[in-house]
């Protein structure tokens, strides 16, 4: 006798009933998501191109240093020749959203995590089922609660994405010299203080790894998104594949790897208090005061 659980039909019989009782939510939650990714997208395409080129090279040499500014800005020049600037920014403002909606999410979840262990055994495996399932499993819930657009698109894509943060931010808590939790409890700093001003702190390489690696997937499940029509570069990439034309989808994909590589660089960065070049530069005037003779 052979035993069949119909596993996809119960998965369907809830979808159904979410659909039928929580219309109102669901028109809720678009609602707000899709004003804070508009918000985003309109800001960021009202940019003209050369002060949004200009931003991002600034940012570059800032926090990363003058040859990878001339790099970005180049690179991104090759972009708006290409016809994709205004593609790159839409992606870019949906990177953002989903980005800062994981963060919303994953950062307290990752802090609840490190604060309890039997949350961590609760959140642990749903967080292995959300890095685990194909990424195209997301889209059909996700068109099926919300329709097409953006809006789905940047809700699958957070789905997708958030693991990264919560993991890594539960993991940078925990990893906390046990010599400063001492110190902070030594000194009355309440649970509140010890998290703001000790643990937090202290973890935020940590946390700043996490949140790179959620904006790197945001990136990547964007341009997937496409199909259920976030649109942005993947719309480039998606019908380079359904004309099977190499040169548009190859400047979509490159369109896509130079700002995956402009933000990968750009949020490595923040983990660290100075950037490499203003470091140097600060040294180098320091030896040279140390090694000019001394005037009367």
């Not at 997208?41 to 990363?64: C, D, H, K, N, Y």
């Not at 749903?126 to 068109?143: E, K």
């Not at 009355?188 to 997937?217: D, E, H, R, Y």
């Not at 933000?263 to 208090?273: E, H, I, M, N, Y």
């Amino acid at each position: 006798m052979t035993m069949n659980f119909d596993i996809g039909d119960g998965v369907d019989a809830v979808v159904n009933y979410v659909l039928d009782n929580f219309s109102p939510f669901l028109d809720f939650v678009a609602t707000v998501i899709g004003f804070v990714t508009n918000t985003i997208q309109e800001t960021l395409t009202a940019i003209p191109m050369p002060v949004g080129i200009l931003i991002f090279v600034i940012l570059s040499f800032w926090r990363v240093g003058a040859a990878f500014g001339v790099l970005a800005g180049l690179a991104l020049w090759l972009v708006d020749h290409m016809g994709l600037w205004t593609a790159m920014m839409e992606t870019l403002s949906l990177v953002i959203a989903s980005t800062l909606m994981a963060m919303i999410i994953g950062l307290p979840l990752g802090i609840a995590m490190a604060r309890k262990d039997s949350v961590a055994a609760l959140v642990r495996p749903v967080l292995d089922l959300m890095q685990t399932m194909p990424a195209f499993v997301y889209l059909i819930p996700a068109a099926m609660f919300f329709g097409l657009g953006a809006v789905p698109g940047a809700i699958a894509t957070v789905i997708f994405a958030m693991p990264p943060v919560v993991r890594l931010t539960n993991l940078g808590i925990r990893q906390v010299h046990v010599e400063f939790i001492e110190a902070g409890n030594a000194f009355g700093c309440t649970p509140s203080q010890l998290l703001f001003k000790v643990q937090l702190p202290n973890a935020m390489p940590s946390i700043m790894a996490g949140i790179n690696q959620t904006i790197m997937l945001s990136l990547s499940m964007v341009v997937i998104a496409s199909m259920i029509g976030a649109g942005g570069i993947g719309n480039t990439v998606l019908t380079g594949i359904q004309r099977l034309d190499v040169g548009t989808g190859f400047e979509g994909g490159l369109a896509v790897v130079i700002l995956a590589v402009i933000l990968d660089r750009l949020t490595q960065s923040l983990g660290k208090p100075q950037s490499a070049i203003w470091s140097g530069l600060f040294k180098r005037k320091s030896e040279r005061k140390e090694l000019s003779p001394a005037t009367a």
